[in-house]
Each structure stands twice: as C-alpha cells, then as structure tokens.
C-alpha cells in the first residue's frame, strides 16, 4: 500500500484537549483534526479530502507557560475591563476597535468617563448616545406607553365582563366582542412598533459593543517534539500534500512551527513477522485485543494499557451551519509494543527503521 510519510520537529507544541480551558491541556500527540486541518492549510484544500492517518512521536519533556487570555463577558458592563466595538456583530468575526479602558478594578464608569482611557473618542460617543437613548426609552414607556396600554387593558378588561351579562342578545355579546378584539389589535400594534424601534435603535448597534477582560491562564507545552505521520489517501491527494508540503508551517498553535525532516513516499506491508514498536504512537482500542498483538512495556509484572482518548477527525457542519459536527475515533496512547501476526488496518514500514502504522 502507498503512503506518505512526513518526519517533523518541533521546538515546543501545545496540542489543546478541547475539553480544558483555564489550563489549556494538551495531547501528548496531535490528534488527527489537528494534523488533517494543516495539511489541508498546506494544500489550500477548500473541502476535506479522504484520508487515514497514522501518527506517532515522542517528545523531551513536558511544561507550562503563562499567557494573557482575552476574554468577552456575556453582558455589556460599564465600569469594567476594556470596551470594545465589534467589527462585524452578524458574523463570527473576532475583530474588534478598542474603545476605552478602565483604569480601576472599580469605580470607573465609561458613560460619564470617571478614571477610564479614552481610546476612541468617536466610538464612545456613540456607545454615551445609545446609552442615553435607552434612557429615553425607558422614560418614553414609563411616562406615556405605559398609560395607554393600563387604560387599554382596563377596557378590554371592562367588555369582558360587559358581554358575561345576562340578558344580552348576540348582536349585543358580538358587538362587545368585536370592540374587544379591535382593542387587543391596537395594543399588539403598539407593542410591536415599540419593540421594532427599541430593537433597530438600541439594542441591534448596542449589541456591537462588549467588554473585553484579560486574565493570566496557562497552556501546558511540549517541548523537542519529534512526530512521524503517515498518510494513506488517493494517488492524487498525496501527489498534492508531497508538491505543497513545505507549505506546512505550524501544527497545533499558530506558533508551534515545524521544522520539515524528510516527506517520501513508502510502501506498508503486512505484519510478516514480529516488530516492535518503542514510538509513541496511536492504536485503535479494537487492535489490542487481537491475537498477535503483545503489550512489552509492563510495570509490576502487568502490561501497561497505555491511555485511551476519544479524538476528532474530520467534521460534517450543522444543517444552520454553525456547528461542527466531528467524528470521533476511540484509541489508546502507548509505546512498547509488538506485533507478530497480520492484524487489519495494522502495517509496517520498512524504512531506515521500522514503524509500526495504524491507519486510522
């Protein structure tokens, strides 16, 4: 079988378990998403490839490092952390235009500029004008919406009981009816008309601000990465990742750059023998309880089962498309290995040394 194996260094890496968040965990190798979104970066693929992989490393020791965190608070806040006007609200942009920033940890306040950093003075103008118009909404709804929609519901309230009466003919219970019904359709006029002027007016372009805090988190880092990844797909994709493979700069953070060893073409064979595997690498759950699969690497007498992890591979989008819909793959971390029978979906590369190859 043909495949491309690709040799890579890193200096440092931080593969983040997407579950993690105040400190940013990592993978001890990359997980397949991770590695089939560079080299579709590589390739400037604009829709997922078929492919299976097979990965497996080692690195020098493990660390962490402190970072600052940008963070958006779920509600606007006036007199905390940085105000920010969004670029584009109706996208998933990030971008933002710094505002102003409080000086304080309290007592600041953007609308009346109390201990704060002015950083654009016509976008805060523009948030004191809008804050300023819910106020006069607010004063507008209290003072005169408010009254109107009382005395309404006292009528609606009043013909109600009116057409209850005994006595009444139809054409009277229908007549009250009728002005009922016109009362309720003025009142959800006027209701509507103050929500689509309250919503266009304050709440659409308040929405494009948000405060923005900064707090110290920590990523866990690899450093002296060593990966080696194969790659089985159609003749054509992996002519296309060997043409662009200097291409790939990063794997993990955007700054986790990769320093290209070798790329060649080789040929997996079937087990036709006994191998060992001393690389870290992952195996499919499935594989370590087929005959001919032998756990070496063992503490206290008992062979160690490594650790299973649950990894993404490639994704489908959500019928709104605003989700990613990832397919998951069940494996297990480990090292110290043998094989010594043909297992399905298991091969060997015989190289400048042996790999073990999974392809997953």
Same mark, same amino acid.
Do not use: M, W
């Given at each position: 079988m043909k495949a491309l194996r690709i040799h890579l260094k890193q200096s440092s890496a931080n593969y983040r378990r997407e579950e993690t968040i105040d400190n940013k965990m !990592?993978?001890?190798?990359?997980?397949?998403? !991770? =590695? /089939?979104?560079? /080299?579709?970066?590589? &390739?400037?693929?604009t829709e997922y490839q078929e492919m299976k992989l097979s990965i497996q490393g080692s690195y020098g020791s493990m660390g962490t490092e402190v970072y600052l965190d940008h963070c958006f608070l779920n509600n606007l806040q006036n007199d905390r952390g940085i105000l920010v006007k969004m670029c584009n609200d109706s996208t998933m942009s990030k971008g933002f235009i710094r505002v102003a920033a409080a000086k304080k940890s309290?007592?600041?306040?953007?609308?009346?500029?109390? !201990?704060?950093? =002015? *950083?654009n003075q016509e976008l805060l103008d523009e948030y004191r004008s809008l804050k300023d118009l819910n106020d006069e909404i607010g004063d507008f709804k209290k003072a005169r919406l408010t009254p109107v929609l009382n005395r309404i519901k006292d009528r609606k309230k009043y013909l109600s009981q009116m057409k209850k009466q005994e006595g009444l003919s139809d054409e009277e219970r @229908? @007549?009250?009816s009728r002005r009922e019904q016109n009362l309720k359709r003025v009142e959800s006029r006027i209701k509507q008309k103050m929500k689509a002027y309250e919503e266009d007016n304050y709440q659409k372009p308040i929405s494009c601000f948000r405060t923005l805090t900064t707090a110290p988190k920590h990523y866990e880092v690899l450093y002296d990465v060593d990966l080696v990844i194969h790659v089985s797909a159609e003749e054509?994709? *992996?002519?296309c990742i060997y043409e662009n493979i200097g291409n790939l700069t990063a794997i993990g953070r955007s700054e986790d750059f990769v320093q290209l060893e070798s790329c060649d073409f080789t040929e997996l064979q079937e087990i036709d023998g006994e191998?060992? &595997?001393?690389?870290? =690498?992952?195996?499919? !759950?499935?594989v370590l309880e087929e005959d001919g699969f032998d756990i070496s690497r063992q503490i206290d007498g008992k062979p160690t089962k490594g650790t299973r992890y649950l990894l993404n591979k490639n994704y489908t989008l959500s019928p709104d +498309? +605003?989700?990613?819909?990832?397919?998951?793959?069940?494996v297990v971390y480990l090292s110290g290995f043998a094989l010594y029978k043909p297992?399905?979906?298991?091969? =060997?590369?015989?190289g400048e040394q042996n790999y073990i190859v999974n392809l997953i």
């Open positions: !990592t993978y001890p190798l990359p997980p397949f998403s !991770t =590695v /089939i979104g560079a /080299i579709h970066k590589a &390739c400037n693929f309290q007592g600041n306040d953007f609308r009346k500029g109390i !201990t704060i950093d =002015v *950083l @229908q @007549q009250f054509r994709i *992996l002519n191998y060992s &595997c001393d690389h870290s =690498v992952y195996i499919q !759950t499935s +498309k +605003k989700k990613r819909i990832f397919q998951k793959k069940l297992i399905e979906g298991v091969y =060997v590369d015989k």
